[in-house]
């Protein structure tokens, strides 16, 4: 506290610094969490995905209290490999999540998580590990064997494929 905030009486302003912690000791925000300046990440809901009412797996899903920012984590029920993104990947500001559905697969491949532009592509791993392009028009795959929706259209909601 200096001299003249002693004399005035007005209270000592600490900070981290004189708390013992610098800025540079402060934890980091991974990269992978990064979405803005002040990256505030919590739970914000679920899409189950569903056969007969029946749950096969699901999307965790994350958003920025700041930036709004979602972020999505794969489950399926009866896969116990590990994904191969660890933690909440990043998506670009003109992509959106998606669910594809490949009405050629078994029930537990049926579907999978993916980023989808307003009118681009995606590939798609399909039967006999076959991987196909798939184009996307207003966020949405469409042709005879596949189809997609949005995670922001359906979180809380369970999704019948």
Known sequence: MSDSDAASGKPQSYTRKT???SNEDKPKTPEVYKCCGNPQITYFGVVNINIDEKT???VDVWRCGSCKKQFC???TLGIDSISDIVGMPRIDDDEKWAVVICKLQKIQYRWK???VKVNGSIQHECLEEKV??????????EDEQHWSF???DNVNKAVEI
Do not use: Q
């Not at 196909?132 to 966020?139: A, D, I, R, S």
């Open 73 to 75: 984590e794969e489950k």
């Open 113 to 115: 998580l993916a980023k």
């Open 132 to 141: 196909v392009l798939l184009k996307t028009e207003n966020f949405k795959v």
């Open 19 to 21: 708390l013992g912690k």
């Open 150 to 152: 949005l995670i922001e």
């Open 56 to 58: 096969i797996g699901s």
